[in-house]
């Protein structure tokens, strides 16, 4: 299959989206001279274009993207191309009100947005084929073609009839029999049994909580069918071009796909990356979506879109400040990615997003945002054949599972204070603010080849799951998990104990006796820290003797007193609590060091980030003044092409990219 190394070949990919659509055509010309200036080598044409290209049903407009693909060409810059069907034009949804989808209220999503589909529609399915496939017989042979993105963001949830029908096909599917859904839903619970599949419905608005099971299929559903969306317009063009890789974009930790699946079924892994320039962990959270992409792809990624400078969606929108762009541009490069991309091109000076940044914001081309960006493709253009296609080795891999987050996510939890995405952050925080490199998998992926394995929160474990982790144990794998892990079974049946027994056997508990979750800003005392969040009730097996623990850290005080916050039997540590930042940074580094895991520099000063990809040392600082780092021996930093030996000073937001 087609890779992303057959579109770079050697360059990291330089550019973003492009919807020249927006302005006469005199610009475009001036835009190629800018973009030549900048280094610009890929543009995305054509995301939200299918009014232009198809203004009336059946009609085809294609003579401006003729134009636009030979100038591009002309001018050595490839071109992404988009298919359109994220945001369809109006008189779909004017002659076809089928394919608007409808929310869990049966309230119509109209047009005059965008992601405005059912993606059960089968009018919808039809319509997305016809201009995907005209797009694909035009410019199957065209030059400047690289590289196929199919729709954008996919994020549309749909409650309506037809969606409805779907979800009881993909549901007849999975359990066969109405019994079989029955006891996996466990309809027992409030009178729910069905007794025909037409009595089956999305989870629409109820008076009281739904079903978690129902919502738990809803999601699993949801995902399958926006991925059936996905593969159809993907055949279409792979069918045209296989010589060409095909990718869409995922949203950062986005709730409503599941990504390991998803990944497996493009040819580049792509994301979309907005942390806010005001957030003092803006940069962990950017490494966090960095590390799970580069998992995903299993190697180089795509980072299809970023900010120049401010965005247009938060409650205040803070440009970036001098400097920030490039270090965070070089922080997605030194964690895998291979293309560098923003939306968009021009700013939009018309529209819903006429204040988010672009390349070329509205200050034209002497303005700071567009010179920062020229410096950073030069930079991107110095390194490129020296980075690209290589990879990244970590000895630690957190496990992360959408269907785990969609099962711990219902209402009727023990505490809505308990966020998985945060819990999974703070924990990759701790790794990353110890330097320590992180990959993430799936909880049934062979981890064999780690010395690490930490799991944050995984509520839904499947028994092949399981094994899998006790299996990662017995090979002498070390394991560190945090609270509620192991409570459910892929339907969301509570397991006897209230946590898996292999588990509990494993981490030597004997017995989980009550959660006792936190109230916000609640703390609670442990011997040498803070728990937050949540605590446990729990006794352990003994402390001397046959299978005993080797290892608790209690509670202090109040009604857990010296129970375990934190114990240990052999090479497996479960952790009951979210200890503060530190607290749990420090224990992480502690049992990554008993695991053998070393951090890819020591001694670096706060705000310095490092990372090793291949046979280059990145540097970053992440930190508003000066830092010197100590190197061994002597190196050579590509992006000023200087040697530097003992020592390298970082200035505000620097970065150095080092060779041996």
């Known amino acids: 299959m087609p890779q992303l190394s057959d579109t770079t070949r050697g360059r990291v990919l330089f550019g973003g989206d492009y919807n020249p659509e927006q302005w006469p055509e005199e610009t475009w010309h001036e835009d190629v001279r800018l973009m030549r200036d900048a280094g610009v080598n890929s543009v995305t044409l054509g995301v939200f274009s299918w009014a232009r290209l198809e203004p009336e049903p059946r009609a085809r407009e294609f003579g401006w993207l003729d134009r636009l693909m030979d100038l591009m060409h002309g001018n050595g810059i490839g071109v992404v191309l988009a298919t359109p069907t994220s945001s369809p034009p109006p008189w779909l949804g004017r002659l076809h009100p089928e394919t608007l989808p409808r929310d869990a209220d049966g309230r119509i999503e109209w047009w005059g947005g965008r992601q405005h589909f059912s993606h059960s529609s089968a009018v919808y399915r039809s319509h997305a084929a016809a201009i995907t496939e005209a797009l694909a017989a035009r410019y199957a042979g065209h030059p400047a073609l690289t590289m ?56 629409r608005h109820a008076h009281y909580l739904n079903n978690p099971t129902h919502v738990l299929d809803f999601r699993r559903f949801t995902s399958d069918m926006l991925l059936e969306c996905y593969t159809a317009e993907r055949d279409i063009v792979r069918r045209h071009t296989p010589h060409l890789p095909v990718t869409t974009n995922f949203m950062p930790l986005w709730v409503g796909q599941d990504g390991w699946r998803w990944s497996e079924e493009e040819d580049v892994v792509s994301v979309d990356l907005y942390p806010d320039p005001r957030d003092p962990l803006g940069a962990q959270s950017a490494a966090l979506v960095q590390d799970l992409t580069r998992s995903q792809a299993r190697g180089p990624w795509m980072l299809m879109e970023q900010a120049a400078g401010p965005v247009n969606w938060r409650g205040v929108n803070h440009p970036k400040p001098r400097g920030l762009n490039r270090l965070w541009s070089l922080q997605a490069v030194a964690r895998g990615a291979d293309a560098v991309c923003y939306f968009q091109w021009r700013q939009s000076r018309q529209g819903a997003e006429k204040f988010h940044s672009g390349m070329l914001s509205h200050a034209g081309e002497r303005g700071r945002t567009f010179q920062e960006v020229k410096r950073l493709g030069a930079e991107l253009a110095r390194i490129g054949a020296e980075v690209t296609d290589t990879r990244i080795t970590s000895d630690i891999a957190i496990l992360h599972d959408w269907n785990a987050w969609w099962a711990g996510a219902q209402d009727g939890r023990p505490s809505t204070e308990v966020d998985y995405p945060d819990v999974l952050r703070a924990w990759h925080r701790a790794l990353w603010e110890s330097h320590l490199t992180t990959d993430f998998a799936h909880p049934e992926h062979d981890l064999s080849a780690y010395k690490l394995v930490v799991v944050p929160q995984l509520y839904l474990l499947t028994g092949t799951a399981i094994d899998n982790l006790l299996a990662y144990v017995r090979g002498g794998g070390t ?88 114990l240990r039997r052999g090479g497996s540590w479960y952790v009951s609590t979210l200890p503060e930042p530190h607290a749990l940074r420090a224990l992480l580094a502690r049992v990554a060091a008993d695991a053998g895991v070393s951090p890819v520099l020591a001694g670096l000063p706060p705000g310095v980030e490092a990372v090793r990809r291949g046979e280059l040392l990145f540097l970053l600082n992440h930190s508003r003044e000066p830092v010197t780092v100590e190197l061994p021996g002597t190196r050579h930093d590509l992006l000023t092409d200087h040697t530097v030996e003992g020592e390298i000073t970082l200035g505000r937001y620097g970065a150095a990219v080092l060779r041996p």
């Open 479 to 566: 394991l560190v998990a945090g609270f509620l892990t192991g409570i459910a079974d892929e339907d969301d049946r509570v397991r006897p104990g209230g946590m898996d027994a292999r588990l509990r056997e494993l981490f030597g508990i004997r017995t989980l006796h009550e959660w006792w979750p936190l109230d916000a800003g609640e703390t609670i005392e442990c011997e040498g820290f803070r728990g937050t969040l949540w605590s446990e009730e729990i006794e352990p097996e003994n402390t001397t003797g046959a299978g005993a623990v080797d290892e608790v850290i209690p509670y202090k005080g109040g009604e857990l007193d010296g129970l375990p916050a934190v």
């Open 148 to 203: 196929w993105h199919i729709n954008n963001e996919y994020c549309t949830f749909d409650y309506g009839d037809e969606a409805a029908a779907a979800f009881r096909r993909w549901l007849r599917a999975k359990y066969g029999t109405l019994d079989a859904l029955n006891s996996a839903w466990g309809t027992a619970f409030w009178s729910q049994g069905y007794d025909t599949w037409d009595g089956v419905l999305p989870p």
